[in-house]
């Protein structure tokens, strides 16, 4: 049952007349602020262009400041702009809110720093190499669950005309922005709600959905939202306030749940489906938590077909062959333990990461070039065993390191399997982005089992290792022919570390690389005269493993990532699509990383061919690239919102159609024949 108006009109009117006489008694020299405010400028902008300011305010703890829309009570913030004459600001952008429910009152909040970013258009006739200076009196309400207090600053800075680096911070602060919706939504107005529709993938993940509404008196904001699938549409039923008023259109945003982003979306009036299934809350549906376990089970025995993975696999499989593993069991599982454990940490660092706010997504260590330098060294270690170079005890063919071997070797597979998310792996792994922490650890369990699977067969089962063929003298060719594949591997790891780093930091990984080298060969020396070397082997190892991680990435430089190619992509940014939506073209978007196996290889078949670009001249289609290789938060966030917890994410966006999303494996003329469909 809705309010009574006479609570929130007596709290907006009391904040309202509180906030303006406070203002106008309030000294220069008050107590300090209990939120600080900074203005600050992304860097440079050449005349007539537009830069983006930003208002930085950080409260202290156990106090927030308040979105535009500040609900049931509060004020939001105000700005009063003096500016050089020609000078523009435009509207302010507001990232995803929080909720606070106090006493039946419902406030939109902010209990950590945030960043109001504002765009400032300067005049075309400004010359270059001036500064323009700024100035805003800006206005806030800061609370605690028990206080408020009115608080003002007036702020100034200078705008550079010209060119010169950018404040990297802004790029964070953009992706904490509600991600534009490309289509406009409908409402309908009934007697006891308002019910909106939203187009929204049916696989996007949606977890403690919350609609926070920019247009003011029509909804209850405290009363329970009701959500529903249907299809690819999001319906969303809110309560109406008691009094509420007729609008044109609704406007709001869309929070997908903690840590998850949101949407900012427009709605007009329209008809909104019925019926569907409801979501949100923190339930989870077991039926859903089943499929993700099954799709990471699937996906991560795909893995083992990996280039990377599958001569070490391999090469412990034939060791159970001839029969140098005394123990099958006990290695099976030793094996299982290790990979399993690499999944969990790997997935436990990720939920970690994301709850502190970070944008990161499956296979982020390969988006940090110390990681990727120490891959290549481990790369380069295991192409030097398989051609012979030194015995390492757990891929040896001849004599095996028991169970601890195993585990080791379970470790290393589960590590450098992790690049790519391939068939079954997309959809598991976006669920656990949203699951509860014990659920999602259980989906990185499910993909280590699926990933040890084979191996912990062949340990249990022995009419399966008597498949396998004889051991015999071919077993050491086929050792040194497993070299080559892994030799590929660190080839396209220093490829990577050009693309990520720069060339210094690709030149320094290889020279250490190449220090590794001699080091194994003079190990392996010793190993062939029956001299120990682990004493003097190990050190060393670990000291060109920590200059790779910790003194290489010193180097690298980030470059700006390369589009184009036979199609003509252009960089995805979300404007970017929304103005290619608006056109009327139909778009192809699709996010690759050069660590992603699949993805380099959907583009070679499918996406780089000649009937593809000739199809997409003829249909007018616009192409863009989200290219993920380095840490980029605002595609993180457009992944994730699209369901996707990696690359490669592949979206058809028809001339005026709903979205498509296309399967993480192309065949070659898949995308020739999209825009006959």
């Known amino acids: 049952m809705a309010r009574t108006p006479t609570l929130r009109t007596i709290a907006m009117f009391v904040t309202a007349l509180w906030l303006s006489l406070s203002l106008s008694v309030i000294p220069a020299s008050a107590a300090p602020n209990h939120m600080r405010a900074s203005l600050l400028a992304e860097g440079p902008v050449a005349p007539g262009e537009t830069v983006t300011l930003a208002l930085l305010m ?18 939001g913030l105000t700005l009063d702009w003096t500016l050089p004459a020609g000078t523009t600001a435009g509207p302010m952008q507001f990232p995803v809110p929080q909720t606070l429910l106090i006493q039946g009152l419902m406030n939109h909040i902010y209990e950590h720093d945030y960043a109001v970013l504002v765009p400032l258009k300067v005049p075309a006739d400004a010359r270059p190499g001036t500064l323009l200076p700024i100035k805003v009196k800006a206005q806030w309400l800061v609370c605690t669950n028990e206080i408020c207090v009115p608080e003002r600053a007036e702020l100034s800075g200078t705008i550079t005309l010209g060119t010169g680096t950018k404040d990297a911070r802004f790029e964070n602060w953009r992706a904490a922005l509600p991600a534009p919706l490309d289509r406009a939504g409908t409402f309908a107005l009934g007697p006891k709600s308002v019910r909106v529709a939203l187009p929204f993938p049916a696989s996007a993940p949606l977890d403690a959905p919350h609609l926070f509404l920019s247009t003011e008196r029509l909804a209850d904001y405290a009363a329970p939202q009701r959500f529903f ?7 969303i039923e809110v309560p109406l306030d008691q009094g509420s008023a007729n609008p044109s259109k609704v ?6 749940g903690k840590d998850a982003g949101g949407i900012a979306f427009s709605a007009t009036p329209g008809t909104v489906p019925t019926g569907g299934d409801e979501v949100g809350g923190t339930a989870f549906s077991a039926y859903a938590l089943a499929l993700a376990l099954i799709g990471a089970f699937l996906g991560g025995l795909v893995l083992n077909i990996m280039p990377c993975v599958f001569p070490i696999l391999s090469l412990k499989a034939l060791a159970l062959a001839r029969g140098n593993s005394h123990n099958a069991k006990a290695e099976g599982l030793a094996y299982t333990g290790g990979v399993i454990l690499a999944c969990l940490a790997l997935g436990g660092v990720m939920l970690a990461l994301r709850a502190g706010g970070e944008q990161v997504g499956w296979a982020f260590q390969l988006q940090e070039p110390g990681v990727v330098a120490v891959l290549l060294l481990l790369a380069v270690a295991i192409t030097a065993n398989f051609a012979g170079l030194f015995e390492l005890p757990g891929l040896s063919i001849e004599r095996g390191a028991g169970s601890s071997g195993a585990f080791a070797t379970g470790l290393l597979a ?13 959809a598991a792994m976006g669920a656990a982005l949203v699951l509860p922490w014990w659920a999602a650890l259980g989906v990185f369990a499910a993909l280590g089992l699926g990933l040890a699977l084979p191996f912990l067969l062949l340990g249990f089962i022995p009419a399966l290792r008597r498949l396998l063929p004889k051991p015999g003298a071919w077993m050491d060719r086929f050792r040194r022919i497993m070299a080559v594949p892994m030799a590929l591997t660190a080839i396209a790891l220093g490829w990577l570390a050009w693309r990520l780093g720069g060339e210094t930091f690709a030149a320094a990984a290889v020279a250490l690389s190449a220090a590794l080298m001699v080091v194994l060969a003079f190990a392996g020396k010793g190993q062939r005269q029956g001299r120990a070397v682990a004493r003097w082997v190990m050190p060393a190892t670990l000291a060109l493993a920590a200059l790779a991680f910790a003194g290489a990435p010193r180097l690298a430089t980030a470059s700006a990532a390369e589009t184009g190619g036979l199609l003509a992509a252009k960089p995805f940014t979300e404007t970017a699509l929304a103005q290619a939506r608006q056109s009327g073209k139909p778009v192809f978007a699709y996010f690759t990383a050069d660590w992603c196996l699949s993805c380099k290889v959907n583009e070679g078949t499918s996406i780089e061919r000649e009937s593809t670009r000739e199809a997409f001249e003829k249909a007018g289609v616009v192409v863009l690239v989200g290219d993920w290789t380095r840490r980029d938060p605002a595609i993180t966030k457009f992944l994730t919102t699209q ?3 990696g690359v490669p994410l592949y979206l ?8 498509r999303q296309l399967p993480q494996v192309l065949t070659p003329d898949m995308l020739a024949g999209l825009p006959k469909q």
Do not use: I, K
Request: charged content about 10%; aromatic content about 14%; some cysteine.
């Open 58 to 75: 950080q409260p202290e703890a156990g106090w927030h400041g308040y979105w535009s829309n500040p609900g049931d009570a509060g004020y």
């Open 229 to 235: 699938r249907n299809g690819d549409v999001l319906v």
């Open 251 to 256: 406007e709001g945003v869309l929070s997908m």
């Open 414 to 426: 589960a590590f450098v399997a992790t690049p790519c998310t391939g068939p079954f792996m997309a």
């Open 643 to 645: 369901g996707a917890a």
């Open 652 to 659: 058809w966006y028809p001339a005026g159609g709903e979205v």
